[in-house]
C-alpha cells in the first residue's frame, strides 16, 4: 500500500509540474528553453503510467525505461546546454548529447541488453550532469553583480537535477548488485528514490512558477 501511495505522488508531481509548466507559454520574456519541458514532462507522464500499470499487470518495464533514461539524459543535456554561458562550455555540452547518445544505446542494446539496467551509462550520465550542474554554479559565482537566484528558472533546475543526480549515482550506479540484495533493502532504496523524484519535478515546478508576479494586496 505504500508503494502505491509513492506512485500516485510521483504521478501526481509530474502533472503538478506539467501544469505549472504550462504558464511559461504565457509569461512574457520567458527562456525558450522551459518550453520544452511541456512535451516531455508530457512523455514522461505517459512512460511512467505505462510503466506502473505494468508493474501491476507483472510486466517486464525495462526495455521502455531503458530507451526512456537516453532520452531524459539527453534532454537534461540539451537543458544545461541551454542554461551554461561560457561558449565554449555550451559547445562541450553539445558535443556530450551526440555522444552520450551514442554511447548509452550501444551499450543497452549490446554490452548490458536490453532486459538488464544500464549502469554504466547510467552512472556516466549522473557524473556528467553533476558536473554541469557544479559549472553553472560556478558561473554564478564569476558574476560581479546581485543575481536574485528565486527567481532564476535555472537555478532551480540545476539544483533540482544537481540534488537528484548525486543521491541517484550511488544507488543506481550498483543497481545490478543491489538487486541481489533482500526485498527489505531494495523496498527502502525503492522508496527513497520515489522521494528524490518528487523533489526533482517540485524544482521543476517552482522553476516554472518563479517569474510570475503577484499582486501586491491594497492595504
Known amino acids: 500500500m505504500a508503494d502505491m501511495y509513492l506512485i500516485i505522488t510521483i504521478l501526481l508531481s509530474i502533472i503538478i509540474s506539467f ?48 530507451f526512456f533514461s537516453v532520452l531524459e539524459f539527453s534532454f537534461y543535456f540539451f537543458i544545461l546546454g541551454e542554461i551554461v554561458k561560457g561558449g565554449f562550455a555550451k559547445k562541450c555540452v553539445r558535443a556530450i548529447i551526440w555522444i552520450y547518445g551514442a554511447v548509452s544505446l550501444g551499450n543497452i542494446i549490446f554490452i548490458q541488453k536490453l532486459s538488464g539496467f544500464p549502469s554504466l551509462t547510467y552512472a556516466l550520465g549522473c557524473l556528467l550532469i553533476v558536473a554541469i550542474c557544479i559549472y553553472y554554479f560556478f558561473e554564478l559565482f564569476q558574476i560581479s553583480q546581485s543575481v536574485p537566484l528565486v527567481r532564476q528558472p535555472a537555478f532551480w533546475i540545476c539544483s533540482g537535477l544537481l540534488f537528484f543526480y548525486c543521491c541517484s549515482f550511488p544507488i543506481f550506479g550498483p543497481m545490478n548488485f543491489i538487486a541481489v540484495l533482500p526485498p527489505v533493502i531494495r523496498q527502502n532504496l525503492v522508496a527513497i528514490i520515489d522521494i528524490m523524484n518528487v523533489l526533482l519535478y517540485s524544482s521543476f515546478t517552482i522553476a516554472f512558477l518563479c517569474r510570475l508576479r503577484t499582486r501586491k494586496s491594497m492595504s
Do not use: C, H, I, W
Open 19 to 66: 501544469a505549472a509548466s504550462l504558464t511559461v507559454y504565457f509569461q512574457p520574456k520567458g527562456d525558450a528553453y522551459l518550453k520544452l519541458f511541456t512535451p516531455f514532462l508530457l512523455v514522461t507522464l505517459l512512460v511512467e503510467s505505462a510503466s506502473n500499470l505494468g508493474l501491476v499487470r507483472g510486466k517486464d518495464n525495462s526495455t521502455m525505461y531503458n
